[in-house]
Nanobody, 124 residues
Framework: EVQLVESGGGLVQAGGSLRLSCAVS????????IGWFRQAPGKEREFVAA???????AYADSVEDRFTISRHNTKHTAWLQMTNLNPEDTAIYYC??????????????????WGQGTQVTVSS
């Protein structure tokens, strides 16, 4: 059974930092690209960051230079380090995997499995 479990969300003041984790089980982690998405109330789910199986990364313009995505294939875990957070970053954050490790995809529809999400709230 494929499982993705996010953790690390919470309430933080503007300018603060959080580190989200995504623990994955049930498939060969190396074969999958990892993506982080977020969804704010009343808005569509949007791309945040992604990392290929070989470690290539991509970021949304809104988080470039503030967020860092990483992965550890042996530990079957991915992380999203978020710094200099602002209230516009408030959302439920989801990790997802795509069964194509070589590609970085920006579209929700490309991803095969999703976690349950973790809430990030940034106060002003």
């Amino acid at each position: 059974e494929v499982q993705l479990v996010e953790s690390g969300g919470g309430l933080v003041q503007a300018g603060g930092s959080l580190r989200l984790s995504c623990a994955v089980s049930g498939f060969t982690f190396d074969d999958y690209a990892i993506g982080w998405f977020r969804q704010a109330p009343g808005k569509e789910r949007e791309f945040v960051a992604a990392i290929s199986g070989s470690g290539n990364t991509a970021y949304a313009d809104s988080v470039e230079d503030r967020f860092t995505i990483s992965r550890h294939n042996t530990k079957h875990t991915a992380w999203l380090q978020m710094t200099n957070l602002n209230p516009e970053d408030t959302a439920i954050y989801y990790c997802a995997v795509e069964n194509y490790a070589a590609r970085i995809s920006y579209s929700v529809g490309r991803y095969d499995y999703w976690g349950q999400g973790t809430q990030v709230t940034v106060s002003s």
